[in-house]
């Protein structure tokens, strides 16, 4: 699936889901959800979460 | 680019180019002593009044030239328009950093006069609170932009 199609998807902008993918932004547990639902996976096979911030990534 | 980026880009632009154009004039006329006694507190306001109008003008007219030539060097002539919620906490934070500048050049603006300052120089540090609060904002937008949130 592109970058374009998922932010369609979601309803936020592809520079929303490259910063998702870089690390450079958190999303909302909302989104979160919405993105993993979108795949078809629990949220922990789609997001991990590390205690360091910088390392939360898609 | 995220349209809420371009729009942080053509603001800060807009900005410089308005306190260049309207507010180094207000500077030299403030150094001159050209806003002396009560006519001259009528002169600022009035001064401050071109500054703001022109300010929104030279927005308007900034941002839709800015946006014609990003369509152009980007080859893409209906970008995205969309708001998201990234764009909203960006925004949110913006805002904040506009509140605490402007309020500090407010809180400026009275310890000056408590000390005997005059009326128009605690009025310019209004002035320069809100001014130097809003550039700062969007160059904070357009760091988050670049470099994450």
């Given at each position: 699936?592109?970058?374009?199609?998922?932010?369609?998807?979601?309803?936020?902008?592809?520079?929303?889901?490259?910063?998702?993918?870089?690390?450079?932004?958190?999303?909302?547990l909302e989104l979160a959800f919405q993105i993993a639902t979108v795949f078809g996976k629990p949220l922990s096979e789609i997001f991990n979460y590390d205690a360091e911030p910088n390392d939360r990534s898609l | 680019m995220?349209?809420?980026?371009?729009?942080?880009?053509g603001a800060f632009i807009a900005s410089i180019i308005t306190f260049?154009?309207?507010?180094?004039?207000?500077w030299r006329?403030?150094?001159?002593?050209?806003?002396s006694g009560d006519e001259g507190l009528v002169s600022w306001a009035h001064d401050v009044l071109w500054l703001m109008g022109g300010g929104i003008v030279i927005g308007i007219v900034v941002m839709i030239a800015f946006h014609i030539l990003l369509s152009i060097i980007t080859n893409n002539p209906s970008p995205e328009m969309i708001t998201d919620e990234r764009d909203r906490m960006i925004g949110r934070r913006g805002t904040l950093?506009?509140?605490?500048?402007?309020?500090?050049?407010?809180?400026?603006?009275?310890?000056?006069l408590a000390v005997g300052w005059g009326a128009i120089a605690a009025l310019n540090t209004i002035l320069?609170?809100?001014?130097?609060?809003?550039?700062?904002?969007e160059i904070q937008k357009m760091v988050y932009y670049r470099f994450g949130i």
């Open positions: 699936m592109t970058q374009k199609a998922l932010a369609e998807k979601v309803g936020v902008t592809r520079q929303t889901i490259i910063a998702i993918e870089a690390a450079k932004y958190s999303p909302s | 995220a349209s809420e980026e371009r729009n942080a880009i260049i154009y309207f507010g180094t004039p207000i006329k403030t150094q001159a002593g050209a806003y950093i506009t509140l605490v500048i402007a309020s500090a050049g407010f809180i400026a603006a009275i310890v000056m320069v609170g809100m001014a130097l609060g809003s550039t700062i904002s």
